[in-house]
């Protein structure tokens, strides 16, 4: 069956623009989480949602940082004003319960000039 | 910090040889997971052991678990060139799941 996707595979934009990026989880799955990737580091958690709701929004670095999942199945990572250090990898996974195993995309490459 | 941290770092072996993997971490823990990731690419989970469980097999992979020393080893036996890549282990507390910053092993022909 179909993994997660994550579009746009690469995004290259300018400082103070604003990006979205794209996750669609593997269908029936409650459980959606969004990392972030640094060169040579693990993924870092940023959010975590159980159906519509954001559980846990903790690791958000900032309020430049947004997310949604408004209809419990996609996921939409919201990026306002984007900085030089925002440039990462953007890692989504979803699972079919909290706690369990994840599922990975192949990530958003994000590059801020 | 709650992440759990690889050791070690990087890793070179002769193809055919065993590959030992540990991970350390400072909290209690709902269950701890081993990830693969190749360059590039995204994460694939390789193996979930519960706080409550010691050791867990899959395949080639033995994975270890002692919640008294909050630590974990992954053994990969009998390395191919396939098994080049970063391994991750990650903690789960909660709701959260928290990576460390991986192993890179790198298997030698």
């Known amino acids: 069956g179909a993994g997660v996707s994550q579009t746009p595979s690469n995004k290259v934009t300018e400082k103070g623009k604003y990006v979205e990026l794209r996750c669609d989880p593997i269908?029936?799955?409650?459980?959606l989480y969004w990392y972030r990737q640094s060169l040579g580091q693990g993924p870092e958690f940023l959010i975590y949602?159980?159906?519509?709701?954001?559980?846990?929004d903790s690791g958000l670095p900032n309020d430049r940082f947004f997310a949604v999942r408004p209809e419990g199945s996609v996921s939409t990572l919201k990026i306002q004003r984007t900085e030089r250090g925002d440039s990462a990898v953007y890692l989504c996974?979803?699972?079919?319960?909290?706690?369990?195993?994840?599922?990975f995309g192949p990530g958003t490459r994000l590059t801020v000039l | 910090s709650q992440q759990g941290e690889e050791d070690p770092q990087a890793l070179s072996i002769q193809e055919g040889e065993n590959a030992t993997m540990n991970c350390s971490y400072k909290?209690?823990?709902?269950?701890l997971q081993w990830y693969r990731q190749n360059s590039g690419r995204g994460l694939v989970h390789l193996i979930l052991i519960r706080s409550n469980e010691r050791e867990k097999h899959s395949g080639r992979l033995r994975v270890t678990l002692d919640t008294s020393k909050k630590s974990s080893s992954l053994l990969i036996t009998a390395s191919r060139a396939a098994d080049t890549a970063s391994y991750f282990c990650a903690i789960n507390r909660d709701d959260k799941i928290i990576f460390g910053k991986g192993t890179r092993l790198h298997i030698l022909p």
């Open positions: 949602f159980q159906g519509t709701g954001a559980a846990d």
């Open positions: 909290t209690s823990i709902n269950n």
């Open positions: 996974a979803s699972s079919p319960q909290d706690r369990g195993t994840q599922y």
């Open positions: 269908s029936g799955h409650t459980a």
